[in-house]
């Protein structure tokens, strides 16, 4: 089971961190991914840690601002997003992956749970 939380509203160039906190299997050896999906738009998948804590980027235009990381002693995996866009307007998933890394291509991802979204609104 996954949670994520921490959304709220936030101001252009500002940053902001949310959380996954993960429950009911053995976290430190699974991906984690994180999707978002804006108004209208599809869910995207946007970056990914593996069980080593490597970050892998789906979406240039998080690279640079966006980083993920784990503190398996807490079962949590936190998105630190830097330099927050409105474009960056969207609900955030967290997704578990049964893989212990970061596939390229989704059809592999191995995703077989979501966390409930957190709304991340990017406004003045």
Same mark, same amino acid.
């Not at 906190?21 to 978002?36: K, L, M």
């Not at 240039?60 to 330099?83: E, H």
């Given at each position: 089971?996954?949670?994520?939380?921490?959304?709220?509203?936030?101001?252009? =160039?500002? /940053?902001? +961190?949310?959380? &996954?906190?993960?429950?009911?299997? @053995?976290?430190?050896? +699974?991906?984690?991914?994180?999707? #978002?999906?804006?108004?209208?738009?599809?869910?995207?998948?946007?970056? &990914?840690?593996?069980?080593?804590?490597?970050? @892998?980027?789906?979406?240039?235009? +998080?690279?640079?601002?966006?980083?993920? /990381?784990?503190?398996?002693? !807490?079962?949590?995996?936190?998105?630190?997003?830097?330099?927050?866009?409105?474009?960056?307007?969207?609900?955030?998933?967290?997704?578990?992956?049964? #893989? /212990?890394? &970061?596939?390229?291509?989704? !059809?592999?991802? =191995?995703?077989?749970?979501?966390? #409930?979204? @957190?709304? +991340?609104?990017?406004?003045?």
């Amino acid at each position: 089971q996954l949670q994520a939380s921490g959304g709220g509203l936030v101001q252009p =160039g500002g /940053s902001h +961190v949310l959380s &996954c906190a993960a429950s009911g299997f @053995t976290f430190e050896d +699974v991906a984690i991914y994180w999707f #978002r999906q804006a108004p209208g738009k599809e869910r995207e998948r946007i970056l &990914c840690i593996n069980r080593n804590g490597d970050n @892998t980027y789906y979406r240039d235009s +998080v690279k640079g601002r966006f980083t993920i /990381s784990r503190d398996n002693a !807490k079962n949590t995996v936190y998105l630190q997003m830097n330099n927050l866009k409105p474009e960056d307007t969207a609900v955030y998933y967290c997704a578990l992956s049964d #893989r /212990s890394y &970061c596939s390229l291509n989704l !059809k592999y991802a =191995g995703i077989v749970g979501w966390g #409930r979204g @957190t709304q +991340v609104t990017v406004s003045s």
